[in-house]
Structure formats: structure tokens, C-alpha cells
């Protein structure tokens, strides 16, 4: 769906990558305790209601998340210049296969993770 006027404060962002098969108990264990820093610079950079969903049959983490600032590109550079989230990326980027051709971790030039597009949303009353 096109974001409307009145959802340009708060956008979810749904992304896609591959778990690299050996990795699965580490990446589960890891983020049972996802270090306080990364946290609190998500939270900094208007980042709220992150998941990660695992797709065992595909190997797959699909992300989702809402931002909720005004400066996405901004947010997403300063989250990118964090050194603790820079280590934590490290870390992850090895136990995960980038769907982008070129991709050689989190923070480079080719996106880590592949966007995916949202095709139906239903948000109900509140």
C-alpha cells in the first residue's frame, strides 16, 4: 500500500533475509538477550514494535518494525554510525545470506536485508 499523507509519522517496515541453517540455535539464543545498547539505539532512532519471525522450512527471518520519526533516511544512517549496533551487526551478519547481489554485511551501500512490499493491511478500531 502507498503511504498516505496522514501515515508519513509511522511506517512499518517489513524485511526478508535467509538464516544460514547452522546458525539457528545461536541466532535464537542471542536474540533471547539482544544487548541493551542496540535496544536503546533503535529507540533513539524511532524505531518501536520490532519482531523477528523465523520460517524454519525456508530458513528464513522475516523482520517487522514501525518507525515513527519524521527523517527515515536520517534515523536509518544513525542507526547505521552506532558502534554497539555496528558489533551486534557483525555478529548477525555472520550467521545470516543476504537475498541483495552485492550485499557484503549491515550497514554497506547494497541493503543487508531485502524490503518487502505490503499488500494488504487491516488495523481494525482501536
Known amino acids: 500500500m502507498p503511504a498516505t499523507q496522514s501515515d508519513q509519522t509511522q511506517r512499518r517496515i517489513c524485511q526478508v ?3 544460514k541453517p547452522e546458525a539457528e540455535a545461536e541466532y535464537k539464543a542471542i ?3 539482544v544487548w541493551p545498547g542496540v535496544l536503546a539505539c533503535l529507540e533513539r532512532h524511532h524505531i518501536t514494535d ?3 519471525h523465523y520460517f524454519p522450512l525456508l530458513h528464513l527471518l522475516i523482520a517487522n518494525f514501525k518507525y515513527t520519526g519524521d527523517d527515515f533516511e ?3 544512517r544513525g542507526i547505521g554510525q552506532d558502534e554497539v549496533t555496528r558489533k551486534w551487526w557483525k555478529v548477525t551478519d555472520a550467521m545470516q545470506e543476504s537475498f541483495q547481489e552485492g550485499a557484503v554485511g ?3 551501500e547494497v541493503p543487508w536485508w531485502t524490503d518487502l512490499e505490503e499488500v494488504f ?3 481494525g478500531k482501536p
Open 50 to 52: 520490532y519482531s523477528i
Open 106 to 108: 549491515s550497514g554497506g
Open 17 to 19: 533475509i535467509k538464516l
Open 31 to 33: 536474540h533471547a538477550n
Open 121 to 123: 493491511r487491516f488495523e
Open 74 to 76: 536520517a534515523d536509518m
